[in-house]
């Protein structure tokens, strides 16, 4: 048990270093990417350019979505109160649905305005749009490569990821048009790119998406196989078989369980309890709520309908 604690204390104290670090890349995300906008915007209103203005309100919304994921990394970490006994933390999954909405959106606007360049082709301003949307690489693919190390744990940071890289990807095509038509002058490579682009982003996005809804359903979180984790429940000493087994997301980095455990005879609840949750608890599963009973009580998973 002391080994136990030990490993539970040193997990618990890498969790709050990752957290602190995390935290901090979010507010020099924010800070990075206002400022840029703000530069934006000022270049735009001196070269009278609506194109920079139009991508510094759309940049802002980069900001608006790093913001959020920031508020939902925030909600993931409130404590439970008399009306939400789990706190907000179902918020940080509302969030990740709505970033998720956010992309479609902007995946949308960009095939929009691809199709209507196509249809109604418009000279690029070369200059000062060519150095935006440069520096647009160098601080979307900053904050990109920032956030990229922490996508993985937390589906809010993976949206603000792929927001950024995103984004990136659009500056990127901006320069190569750019390139390519100063070259050869076909200007339809710019709303190519943009189509190209925007297809690119739906991908990405498409499973984003699809996990937000799922989690917001209370379904199985992505990683987690039922199955797998009813078979290591039954591999504790003195547990015969497991129903009632259930498993949902507190949160967009937390999960948790409910479960009956089929005692064997002489097995002690007081014994086989703390067992079960610290092989849950080492798989990821940090809420587990586990009622015992006897082989042969009447509460079966055929006389309860449960699976």
Same mark, same amino acid.
């Given at each position: 048990?002391?080994?136990? #604690?030990?490993? #539970? ?5 890498? =969790? ?9 890349? @979010? /507010?020099?995300?924010? %800070?990075?990417?206002?400022?840029? +906008?703000?530069?934006?915007?000022? +270049?735009?209103? /001196? ?9 510094? *309100?759309?940049?802002?919304?980069? +900001? ?11 909600? =993931? ?8 006994? @789990?706190? @907000? ?15 479609? +959106? =902007?995946?949308? %606007? ?20 060519? /150095? ?9 693919? &900053?904050?990109?490569?920032? &956030?990229?190390?922490?996508?993985? *744990? ?18 990127? *095509? ?33 499973? &984003? ?36 087994? #259930?498993? /949902? ?25 703390? %067992? ?6 080492? =798989? *990821? ?8 009973? &006897? %082989?042969? #009580? ?7 309908? @449960?699976?």
């Amino acid at each position: 048990m002391e080994h136990a #604690h030990e490993h #539970h204390h040193h997990h618990h104290h890498a =969790a709050a270093v990752e957290s602190a670090s995390l935290r901090r890349i @979010y /507010w020099i995300s924010i %800070a990075l990417n206002l400022a840029f +906008v703000g530069v934006e915007a000022g +270049v735009g209103l /001196w070269k009278g350019s609506l194109g920079l203005l139009s991508d510094a *309100g759309h940049n802002l919304s980069d +900001v608006f979505s790093l913001v959020l994921a920031l508020i939902a990394f925030r909600l =993931a970490a409130t404590r439970g109160n008399k009306h939400f006994t @789990y706190g @907000y933390r179902k918020g940080s999954i509302l969030i990740s649905l709505l970033n998720a909405v956010i992309l479609l +959106v =902007a995946v949308g %606007a960009i095939l929009l305005e691809s199709i209507h360049k196509l249809r109604h082709p418009v000279p690029i301003d070369g200059g000062a749009i060519a /150095w935006t949307a440069a520096a647009g690489i160098v601080v979307n693919g &900053l904050t990109a490569f920032l &956030l990229m190390k922490h996508r993985k *744990g937390d589906i809010n940071t993976r949206g603000a990821f792929l927001h950024m890289a995103a984004d990136t990807l659009v500056s990127v *095509g901006v320069v190569v048009s750019g390139i390519v038509i100063s070259l050869t002058g076909w200007s339809f490579i710019d709303p190519v790119i943009g189509i190209i682009v925007a297809i690119i982003i739906l991908v990405g996005t498409w499973d &984003l998406l699809s996990e937000s809804l799922r989690m917001s359903l209370d379904a199985v979180p992505e990683g987690v196989d039922p199955d797998a984790v009813r078979s290591l429940m039954e591999q504790a000493e003195g547990v015969g078989s497991v129903h009632h087994l #259930h498993i /949902w997301p507190i949160s967009t980095t937390e999960t948790a369980l409910t479960a009956h455990l089929v005692l064997e005879q002489e097995a002690r609840p007081e014994k086989v309890i703390p %067992a079960v949750k610290q092989k849950l608890c080492d =798989a *990821g599963i940090s809420h587990a709520t586990l009622e015992t009973e &006897l %082989a042969g #009580h009447p509460c079966t998973e055929k006389s309860c309908g @449960y699976l």
